[in-house]
């Protein structure tokens, strides 16, 4: 699929969610950025009106917030994932090349847009098992919530 085709994909699953929520359809520009911030917004209000987001827009606003965290936190000494959405490297330190990381961070969609947006608090979500994490670096609560541009 090309860059144009998953902007008007995203752009017409963005507009669907507003839609089914009660919202006037999204103005902003079309660029990846903004469609992505833009369908982080729709999925925080999918959740708070108890529904299902598309998954679309949820694995846009994934990459988004995964995007800040790389920004916030380059390196690549460990590894967060969010299947089936994403998985990217962050954190200074070691640099793993081969094989399973050493240090792993895995969790689903909900729970990763929880801890980015400060909905959700890393000791609790670790404690009540929606976060399987690995390694000495594997802690990410320095980093979370992350500051929304």
Not at 8 to 30: C, F, K, M, N, W
Not at 53 to 80: N, Q
Not at 115 to 144: F, Y
Request: charged residues 25%; proline residues 8%; hydrophobic residues 45%.
């Amino acid at each position: 699929m090309s860059r144009s085709q998953s902007r008007v994909l995203t752009r017409a699953a963005l507009d669907a969610q507003l839609a089914e929520l009660g919202r006037r359809p999204y103005i902003g520009p079309d660029d990846p950025a903004a469609l992505r911030r833009g369908s982080l917004d729709a999925v925080l209000a999918a959740y708070d009106s108890g529904a299902e987001p598309h998954r679309v827009i949820e694995k846009a606003a994934v990459r988004f917030l995964l995007d800040l965290l790389v920004a916030a936190a380059p390196g690549k000494s460990v590894e967060v994932r969010i299947p089936p959405y994403a998985a990217v490297q962050c954190v200074e330190g070691l640099r793993h090349t081969r094989g399973t990381p050493p240090n792993v961070v895995e969790m689903d969609a909900a729970t990763w847009l929880a801890l980015a947006t400060g909905r959700a608090k890393w000791a609790q979500a670790l404690h009540d098992g929606r976060i399987r994490a690995s390694g000495s670096r594997a802690d990410l609560s320095a980093h979370l919530p992350l500051p929304l541009p």
